[in-house]
């Protein structure tokens, strides 16, 4: 697959804060990619600095081979959305469409209709008459979304466009978006710190802290094998248990030794953390020879919807308490309830270690 966009060493500072440190990153023609991070840790600065709307302090950007580093927003080929939305609100849905289109010098018939293919490729044919403040807030979107798309555009950024919308309509917006980028092929970056969102959505996910990349891969690479004690913490729920790495492919914590992966890069006798993702702690049907078998008693009990998180406390571990996830039928059919004392494992290929 062809490289559409390449970054190369991209430095953003502001004084002397580093906000952007030395960031390189490929994405191929077509792909979805997500930038996913805490607040503050340089994915939008990141996506503005690939828009041109804030320039980084050094590095490069080429788009399609063509060197865009240092032209100004409206030499380069992207459309955006924010979270804002940014439409005008004494303009119609219409002309807030074909806006960019009016700047082109595009003819007047051939606006109208590609503003009428538009909407109606985003759901909303029959709202051009309508002004922004007609529309909720999942329809304003939609407006943004085919405004960004009306100069076909060879890039579509998308800056958070959808923390501003309820749960419902966001759940709904994500898969239309994606359903959307895949029938255009139109290459897009969206910036996110809903993990769900880019779980969902991204072919690739770009995790960043602290104005760097700390792991670039696809949702299921990020989640199962994330590549720091970060990347660990901040997708998905996950278990942190202190521990000193007794083996390549052995942990104590608290007096028991677990069996795990053999690791690389730590040594014996290192602190460590060994995690694991709450839903993979084994529970039911535990072979007599099961390795990493735990006694626990169950402290507490918290109802989720579709499953129970439950509080382990470890037995004969000190205060080592640890997550997991129940379905209602594990539940019921094993008697889970507060108190409850049961064999759990932890299987060693669900295990990650991380220096401490």
Same mark, same amino acid.
């Given at each position: 697959?062809?490289?559409?966009?390449?970054?190369?060493?991209?430095?953003?500072?502001? #004084?002397?804060?580093?906000?952007?440190?030395?960031?390189?990153?490929?994405?191929?023609?077509?792909?979805?990619?997500?930038?996913?991070? $805490?607040?503050?840790?340089?994915?939008?600065?990141?996506?503005?600095?690939?828009?041109?709307?804030?320039?980084?302090?050094?590095?490069?950007?080429?788009?399609?081979?063509?060197?865009?580093?240092?032209?100004?927003?409206?030499?380069?080929?992207?459309?955006?959305?924010?979270?804002?939305?940014?439409?005008?609100?004494?303009?119609?849905?219409?002309?807030?469409?074909?806006?960019?289109?009016?700047?082109?010098?595009?003819?007047?018939?051939?606006?109208?209709?590609?503003?009428?293919?538009?909407?109606?490729?985003?759901?909303?044919?029959?709202?051009?008459?309508?002004? $922004?403040?007609?529309?909720?807030?999942?329809?304003?979107?939609?407006?943004?979304?085919?405004?960004?798309?009306?100069?076909?555009?060879?890039?579509?950024?998308?800056?958070?466009?959808?923390? &501003?919308?309820?749960?419902?309509?966001?759940?709904?917006?994500?898969?239309?978006?994606?359903?959307?980028?895949?029938?255009?092929?139109?290459?897009?970056?969206?910036?996110?710190?809903?993990?769900?969102?880019?779980?969902?959505? &991204?072919?690739?996910?770009?995790?960043?802290?602290?104005?760097?990349?700390?792991?670039? #891969?696809?949702?299921?690479?990020?989640?199962?094998?994330?590549?720091? @004690?970060?990347?660990?913490?901040?997708?998905?729920?996950?278990?942190?248990?202190?521990?000193?790495?007794?083996?390549?492919?052995?942990?104590?914590?608290?007096?028991?030794?677990?069996?795990?992966?053999?690791?690389?890069?730590?040594?014996?006798?290192?602190?460590?953390?060994?995690?694991?993702?709450?839903?993979?702690?084994?529970?039911?049907?535990?072979? @007599?020879?099961?390795?990493?078998?735990?006694?626990?008693?169950?402290?507490?009990?918290?109802?989720?919807?579709?499953?129970?998180? &439950?509080?382990?406390?470890?037995?004969?571990?000190?205060?080592? @308490?640890?997550?997991?996830?129940?379905?209602?039928?594990?539940?019921?059919?094993?008697?889970?309830?507060?108190?409850?004392?049961?064999?759990?494992?932890?299987?060693?290929?669900?295990?990650?270690?991380?220096?401490?």
């Amino acid at each position: 697959m062809s490289s559409h966009l390449e970054v190369r060493n991209l430095h953003k500072r502001y #004084g002397d804060f580093t906000a952007l440190g030395d960031i390189s990153l490929d994405i191929a023609e077509g792909e979805f990619v997500c930038f996913l991070g $805490p607040s503050g840790c340089g994915k939008t600065t990141l996506l503005r600095a690939i828009a041109g709307l804030d320039p980084q302090t050094s590095g490069s950007i080429h788009q399609k081979g063509r060197d865009v580093s240092a032209l100004p927003p409206a030499k380069r080929d992207f459309g955006i959305v924010f979270q804002s939305y940014a439409l005008f609100p004494n303009l119609t849905v219409s002309d807030n469409v074909g806006y960019g289109l009016v700047s082109r010098g595009m003819k007047r018939a051939d606006i109208v209709k590609r503003v009428e293919e538009l909407l109606i490729l985003v759901g909303l044919p029959d709202s051009g008459p309508k002004y $922004p403040a007609q529309l909720s807030g999942g329809q304003q979107q939609r407006v943004a979304l085919a405004r960004a798309l009306a100069t076909s555009p060879g890039l579509l950024l998308l800056d958070e466009p959808l923390s &501003a919308l309820d749960a419902r309509v966001r759940l709904r917006l994500r898969h239309e978006i994606k359903a959307l980028q895949r029938r255009l092929g139109v290459t897009t970056i969206m910036v996110t710190h809903d993990q769900e969102e880019a779980l969902t959505m &991204a072919d690739r996910i770009v995790v960043m802290n602290q104005g760097a990349i700390e792991q670039v #891969g696809t949702p299921q690479e990020i989640y199962r094998r994330p590549a720091t @004690a970060f990347v660990a913490d901040f997708v998905g729920s996950m278990n942190f248990l202190s521990g000193t790495l007794r083996a390549p492919d052995k942990v104590e914590v608290a007096g028991l030794v677990f069996d795990c992966v053999p690791q690389d890069g730590l040594r014996t006798g290192n602190k460590v953390a060994l995690c694991i993702r709450p839903e993979d702690v084994r529970v039911r049907d535990l072979p @007599a020879d099961v390795g990493n078998r735990v006694a626990v008693e169950v402290a507490e009990l918290d109802f989720v919807g579709a499953f129970c998180r &439950a509080t382990l406390k470890v037995q004969g571990a000190g205060d080592v @308490a640890m997550t997991a996830d129940f379905s209602s039928n594990l539940i019921r059919d094993l008697g889970v309830e507060l108190g409850r004392k049961l064999d759990v494992a932890l299987p060693p290929d669900r295990l990650q270690v991380f220096a401490a």
